[in-house]
């Protein structure tokens, strides 16, 4: 593998989905992916990795060991002595199941180099730099770096995505073996996706994971065909989980969320689920007495089952996000004000029937608002804007995609808000170079998007260098945005993010 300071080659990179895909190892990680972070996240981790410059202050005194780029796994595996096989990627070095790994006492070099290479605590500084891939490689060098590796600090916040033909070895006679979960357990894993399972791979997932009975507290389940026996039998045999998510699960029904769902259960996600009505918000509002978030995208919801909520879930529930509810109108809007006083995060992204009077009953009455989506309502006005701005004085972001009759009035509105930190305006098509110049006045904002205007110039967006405090601007499918503007932007907005 090339040096990465030659610029021959990048290290790997989270794609678009922020999954990572994980090299087979023997021992008992398999194939997988991880999730981790937001899409500015997954953008720095795009970056290639940092390393201070001392790392320990036993570094300081071992001027003769010379370390090659820090910033490629495979340069650290040259530290520890070991060769990279020919033509070994990033990705895909592994380890077979009967290769000697290197011991501390047979790696080259002076004895001070060998301690330095397996020095846990200098490691155990080291490896925080280094993205989950990453990792993964590392682990593989030898036992002393996975020791180091496998402590479940390295892994907090991941989310291993496994999907069915993961979930199995084929046997020489053609039988199939669920796969050892031990290096999941070791890492202490505490939340899994899965993809594509069915009934029986749950229960095999629960029988094999040393963990499912307490120690997961997520449970995600996607494209699967999970049945409401099936449903609940994972909820009643994995005890700890607390949040649960259930996208494109279509085999199971309102019926068996009556019959599964479990009051310790905080955080629910109901997504493209085409079983899943009003009766399904009343088994979860009868049943679900500490619901903190709710996440559901459900296009046969209507305005009655956003009455169903109790008063105890009313002060409970901070999160509430109604994704594509094409069917909820601004009457359920009211019904949800009522029911749900205390949001701090609303979404009602996709729900094409609200108007700016739904925004002027949830600007009166949700003033604790912190996030709101109002991105593809297609009626949202200038006027919505101007009541975000008099009443939600504690808002943070601000999200409009796709609202098409937003223009640089309601901008003007926004200008007042001292509180917002992140404005997305993605293809609000009649947003021109005059609305950005009341965006100048916001010392508050840290992202800004302006992806897909296509009537900003790049006289208008050369202004936005005002905002020094900006960390991330994005301008994607930008026709104004050339590269003689990234260029100017790099020189005085030097700390801030362009996404070009």
Known sequence: MSNPRNGDTKPPCLPRNGLVKIPTQPNGLGSASITKGTPAVKNRLCQPSSVPAILSPALAHHSDLSIPSLASPLSLAALAGVSSPPGASLVGLNTSEGSEQPSPERLPGSPSERQLAVDEKILNRLFWYFSACEKCVLAQVCKAWRRVLYQPKFWVGLTPVLHTKELYNVLPGGEKEFVSLQGFAVRGFDGFCLVGVSDLDICEFIDNYPLSKKGVK????????????????????????????????NDFTEAGLWSSLNARITALSVSDCINVADDAIAAISQLLPNLTELNLQAYHVTDTALAYFTAKQGYTTHTLRLNSCWEITNHGVVNMVHSLP?????????????????????????????SLDLSWCPRITDMALEYIACDLHKLEELVLDRCVRITDTGLSYLSTMSSLRSLYLRWCCQVQDFGLKHLLSMGSLRLLSLAGCPLLTTTGLSGLVQLQELEELELTNCPGATPELFKYFSQHLPCCMVIE
């Not at 989980?241 to 996208?247: A, G, I, K, N, T």
């Open 342 to 370: 205390n949001l701090s995060v609303l979404s009602l992204s996709g729900c094409s029937k609200v108007t700016d009077d739904g925004v002027e009953l949830v600007a009166e009455n949700l003033r604790k608002l912190r």
């Open 218 to 249: 997520s449970m995600s389940l996607k494209r699967s065909t999970i049945t409401d026996a099936g449903l609940e039998v994972m909820l009643e045999q994995m005890q700890g989980v607390v949040r649960l998510e259930l996208s494109g699960c």
